[in-house]
């Protein structure tokens, strides 16, 4: 999933510059989950700019409504009502929701609440990690299952770079090293040998160097 965190409150009044007739819009997909962007937050986000524009004698219009999905042309069309009446949008989504609705209603300042951190999920209470780069083009089939782009600090795909101490990453004592996670995976596994074979340097033409990617298919075009 997306894993978001929301900003802190001072930076998302910034970013209101007073514009308080307000549709404030939580997201129930993946920012929910991760507990940023969901119903609640979107409430207590309300609540609170209610109490900061009482105090500072702001008047405040405020509406809350629920998507399922941001990233979805037909969930967003939901909101047109209630977008039609305010001024801004205020989006609990990640940055492809805050996006989506930008485009669907061009005259609404669209403002995001969240700062969208990376493709990831939850590994304990409170905790969350990446585990996906997005690279287009994946390799965890030579690599027992654990990413070598994301998780090794510096993305090597022959190996360890040497520098790892007790399983841990040398960049950071409190990281694992992902290629020692490979290789006891890959022990476990049977198939220590696979990784004698040298992995060709990656083809990034997948990746996101080269500007906007498209995924098209061609048996679900109308
Ligand atoms: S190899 Fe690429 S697609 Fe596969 S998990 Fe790693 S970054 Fe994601
Ligand atoms: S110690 Fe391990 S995870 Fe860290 S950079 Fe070296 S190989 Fe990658």
Known sequence: MIVAEQKPFKEIVECLRGKY??????????TAVCFAGGSQQGEELASALR?????????LNCTVRSLNRQCDPEFIEELAEEAAKADSILSLACGVGVQFLA???PDKAVIPALNTRF?????????WEERCSLC?????????????????????????CGGSEQGR???????????????????????????????????WSTGNAGG???LVREDLRG
Not at 22 to 30: G, H, Q, R
């Open 21 to 30: 007739d307000l549709l404030i819009v939580p997201c129930m997909s993946c």
């Open 51 to 59: 109490i900061h524009c009482k105090m500072h004698g702001d008047g």
């Open 103 to 105: 485009e669907r209603y």
């Open 119 to 127: 493709a990831g999920g939850k590994t304990a209470p409170g905790i």
């Open 136 to 160: 287009g083009n994946c390799v965890l089939h030579v690599t027992g299952g654990i990413c070598p782009i994301t998780r090794c600090a510096k993305g090597l795909l022959n190996g360890p």
């Open 169 to 203: 990453c040398e960049i950071d004592p409190n990281v694992p090293c992902a290629w020692q996670m490979i290789i006891d995976r890959m022990s476990t596994l049977g198939r220590l040998d696979e990784l004698l074979a040298i992995q060709r340097p990656k083809d």
């Open 212 to 214: 906007l990617r498209r």
